[in-house]
């Protein structure tokens, strides 16, 4: 069967994908919890192995010198503060592959694609340029003399891996749009496995190594980052999606498609630009608050990455399904599979939130194993144990919330409803996180004033896109080239 496509070609379905039928007739709450089981299990599980890596990575550091980790996570935010907005708005052609899937344009896929490696290629050379700055960066966060010099060991690192990181960001969306998240699965797993071998080896000197400490850690991350960029491009350029998506005849620059890409993909990318740049500077505050502080909030956060970014991968199956679904036309799907996904993120949470209230040395305790002599060590070692203890009483309460954050703010993503997400985002960040952080230092209010207040802004962000998707705007938007019109007033 052929299929006309938005430029008045016709291409063929054969072997890879039948046309779609624009049919109004609504699948079974059953139908679509499989389809999303099927979708999201793979990204659940390489979003839970990306979390493993995460936290075996800072538990590796907290072994190493107890402060070592808040020098690694205070990094690492700066880091992601500036790059979350290219590795975001690249990661939005996953949604333009999943409307061109839901549409039946598969020779569209590959040309979407490499308009976010083109991006990738040109943002990660120019992050070169950061390196001679690097120490200026680490200076202006005013952390103690031993806390800057692994800052900027580890900032260093994670600039050098800015260009493999977007690359497989723009082709994990590719197989994720398509479905296909099986492959998404093997390059995070590939990544996650060399990561923390070489994690162990390099860190701490095993297996006749240097023991390189902060720095190893860095290293790990490039060459994980390279290793997983080169397996994806090796997945991406296979025959079957050169012939059917055109992942390599479709390698010209679109000038139309680039613009698409960057209309709907860079508010996606300021969203979690302004989430990310707000979370940074409550770091930062908690910093001017003590070391301890730090070290205690950076772990706080690593724990709550377990129930945090697992969910992500469901997140991300709920944007790909909903696109999909709008593609076809749809959105009585697309509404009840984000529904389905919100009940199980949501009894995900409430098991996690359990567990940190009444039962919170199962996660602190990996991070501080007393094995040192050195008394100073222990005691301060024990300080920030049970700092984070208590820590994680906040995080108890606002990773409920966290289950509407991941779900409507997916599938608002999925349906190209980028542009709100952006603006209620940077519009709380300011009045409802970042100014009162500052003032909880500033007037020494103290740390349990100023998770008080992060824990707001995650309840009140979580509320606001609710209340958009429950509007129900997102059901008419559509980011590919249409020229059907539903009956409910969408198209183009």
């Known amino acids: 069967m052929n299929l006309e496509c938005y430029d008045g070609m016709s291409i063929s379905s054969e072997k890879m994908?039948?046309?779609?039928?624009?049919?109004?007739?609504?699948?079974?709450w059953w139908t679509l919890l499989k389809e999303l089981l099927r979708v999201a299990g793979p990204l659940v599980i390489s979003s839970g192995c990306w979390t493993i890596e995460l936290a075996l990575d800072r538990m590796f550091l907290s072994w190493y010198h107890p402060l070592a980790v808040g020098a690694a996570v205070q990094s690492a935010m700066v880091f992601w503060a500036v790059f979350v907005l290219p590795y975001n708005c690249i990661g939005y052609v996953g949604t333009f592959v999943a409307q061109y899937h839901g549409a039946g344009k598969v020779d569209r896929q590959g040309p979407v694609v490499w308009q976010g490696l083109y991006l990738a290629m040109l943002v990660g050379l120019i992050a070169?340029?950061?390196?001679?700055?690097?120490?200026?960066?680490?200076?202006?966060?005013?952390?103690?003399?031993?806390?800057?010099?692994?800052?900027?060991?580890y900032l260093i690192c994670l600039i050098v891996s800015a260009l493999p990181t977007l690359v497989v960001a723009a082709i994990s969306g590719f197989f994720a749009g398509r479905g296909e998240t099986w492959a998404v699965l093997a390059i995070n797993l590939v990544s996650v496995i060399t990561n923390l071998v070489l994690d162990y080896a390099l860190i701490f000197g095993h297996w006749g190594l240097a023991e390189l400490g902060v720095v190893g850690a860095g290293i790990a991350t490039v060459?994980?980052?390279?290793?997983s960029a080169m397996l994806a491009l090796g997945l991406f350029w296979r025959n079957k999606y050169r012939e059917y998506c055109g992942t390599w005849q479709g390698r010209a620059i679109e000038v139309a498609l680039l613009r698409r890409l960057l209309r709907?993909?860079?508010?996606?990318?300021?969203?979690?630009w302004f989430d990310s740049l707000a979370w940074t500077v409550f770091l930062v505050v908690i910093g001017w608050m003590g070391a301890e502080e730090l070290s205690a909030t950076s772990v706080a956060f690593a724990i709550n990455s377990v129930a945090f970014v697992p969910m992500l991968g469901l997140g991300q199956a709920i944007s790909v399904l909903v696109g999909q679904h709008l593609g076809e036309n749809r959105p009585g799907a697309a509404s009840q599979v984000t529904w389905i996904g919100f009940g199980i993120t949501w009894l995900y949470m409430s098991v996690v939130a359990g567990l940190y209230y009444w039962a919170p040395g199962i996660f602190v305790d990996w991070f501080y194993v007393f094995t040192s002599d050195k008394f100073q060590i222990l005691h301060m070692q024990a300080r920030v144990r049970e700092l984070t203890c208590w820590l994680l009483q906040f995080v108890a309460l606002y990773c409920l919330f966290d289950s509407m954050n991941i779900v409507f703010s997916s599938a608002l993503r999925g349906a190209g409803d980028t542009v709100y997400i952006t603006w209620m985002s940077a519009g709380?960040?300011?009045?409802?996180?970042?100014?009162?952080?500052?003032?909880?230092?500033?007037?020494?209010?103290?740390?349990?004033?100023?998770?008080?207040?992060?824990?707001?802004y995650v309840i009140v962000l979580a509320l606001v896109f609710l209340g958009r998707f429950l509007g129900g705007k997102w059901r008419t938007m559509r980011v590919i080239e249409w020229n059907y019109r539903s009956p409910e007033g969408g198209g183009f």
């Open 17 to 28: 994908d039948e046309p779609r039928k624009f049919e109004m007739n609504e699948p079974s």
């Open 128 to 153: 070169l340029a950061w390196l001679p700055f690097a120490q200026a960066t680490v200076d202006w966060l005013g952390h103690e003399a031993q806390l800057r010099q692994w800052e900027r060991e």
């Open 223 to 227: 060459i994980a980052a390279i290793v």
């Open 264 to 272: 709907y993909g860079l508010p996606a990318g300021l969203q979690w």
């Open 428 to 456: 709380l960040a300011v009045p409802v996180l970042i100014v009162p952080s500052w003032l909880a230092w500033y007037y020494d209010w103290g740390l349990g004033v100023a998770w008080g207040f992060a824990t707001g």
